[in-house]
């Protein structure tokens, strides 16, 4: 089983659209994880951080669920602009940041 | 403040010739990290720095890859004999310590033919 596992998508949605996505993680150990994101031929990009209490940042909810071990994103009123590549994060150990291989998502007009 | 910045931005390179990959940090984050991308792929661990110590030298492919640190500051990912397999985009990232959010620079697109 893979460390970090991610639905690869694509995920297409019209403009406006309500979207979530989910990450699982193997080891239950693990105590940080974060959401970022990466457009084509760039580097990723912190989308935000995930708490153990979830959080939100206007149109984006991060949650964490870990007696299921996942982790999950939610993208409200999506924008054109969002269309891009999801990455799930997981820090193994003290320093080890296990990246999923991303949830495409695009967003149309 | 500046991000990081890596160096060169494109490489093409032909088959056997060594490559010399170079990161820049922001200035104070003690830890660094090189990762590959493959087109398509997702992002392949190579090696995570804390100050200039190696601890996770794991991820390097073979022992064609080294990687060291000067300073607490500047990186340099080194590929010996180069492969054609060994092209990809290689991203560093650093962050202020081991768990808190890395900052990735722009990547350098290495091309060997």
């Known amino acids: 089983r893979k460390e970090v596992e991610q639905d690869p998508g694509p995920f297409n949605v019209p403009e406006g659209a309500t979207v979530a996505f989910n990450c699982t993680y193997s080891n239950s150990a693990s105590q940080s994880f974060f959401w970022y994101r990466q457009d084509c031929r760039k580097e990723p990009k912190l989308l935000m951080s995930v708490y153990s209490s979830g959080n939100e940042d206007g149109r984006f909810t991060a949650q964490l669920n870990r007696a299921s071990q996942y982790i999950s994103l939610l993208i409200r009123d999506s924008k054109l602009s969002d269309s891009a590549t999801y990455l799930c994060v997981v820090i193994l150990g003290t320093y080890k940041y296990i990246f999923g291989t991303g949830t495409r998502l695009k967003v149309l007009a | 403040g500046a991000g990081v910045s890596q160096s060169p931005s494109n490489k093409v390179t032909e088959k056997g010739k060594d490559v010399e990959l170079r990161c820049d940090p922001i200035s104070g984050h003690t830890a660094l990290y090189w990762y590959r991308q493959s087109l398509g792929q997702g992002l392949e661990f190579l090696i995570y720095f804390q100050g ?23 990186s340099t990912l080194t590929i010996q004999r180069t492969q054609q397999e060994d092209s990809a985009v290689y991203l560093c990232a650093s962050s202020w310590g081991p768990t808190n959010e890395a900052f990735f620079g722009q990547g350098t697109r290495l091309t060997v033919v």
């Open chain 2, 52 to 74: 200039n110590s190696a601890p996770d030298k794991s991820g390097l492919p073979s022992d064609r890859f080294s990687a060291e640190r000067t300073g607490g500051s500047v």
